[in-house]
């Protein structure tokens, strides 16, 4: 079991930036890919950002690539998710999530654990 706690969520300007974490409890975190989601009122949740096990290697969305870094400090058993140049579209519940997969999955229903979320608003 894993349980999986988010934080650094806020209300920020567009143009702004904000770094979110993810820390893990329970079972060994390292062997867990990380994975973060985002969910707006009336949409479909969303992969954001994925993170390998290892951390040698990442995923981002279109929407966000160029804007947002993934990293994870499996010695402190916490993943980042690092915002920047946010916009109103960004604005949604962000939710971490660990996958025990050899190989990074984009997908949410192949993800174990979920934390409860943070929310994120991005105002113009």
């Known amino acids: 079991q894993v349980q999986l706690v988010e934080s650094g969520g806020g209300l920020v300007q567009a143009g702004g930036s904000l770094r979110l974490s993810c820390t893990a409890s329970?079972?060994?975190?390292?062997?867990?890919?990380m994975g973060w989601f985002r969910q707006a009122p009336g949409k479909e949740r969303e992969l954001v950002a994925a993170?390998?096990?290892?951390?040698?290697?990442?995923y981002y969305a279109d929407s966000v690539k160029g804007r947002f870094t993934i990293s994870r400090d499996n010695a402190k058993n916490t993943v980042y998710l690092q915002m920047n140049s946010l916009k109103p579209e960004d604005t949604a519940v962000y939710l971490c999530?660990?996958?025990?997969?050899?190989?990074?999955?984009?997908?949410?229903?192949?993800?174990?654990?979920w934390g409860q979320g943070t929310q994120v608003t991005v105002s113009s």
């Open positions: 993170i390998i096990w290892s951390g040698g290697r990442s």
């Open positions: 329970g079972r060994a975190f390292s062997i867990y890919n």
């Open positions: 999530a660990a996958d025990r997969a050899l190989l990074l999955s984009t997908l949410g229903r192949e993800y174990d654990y």
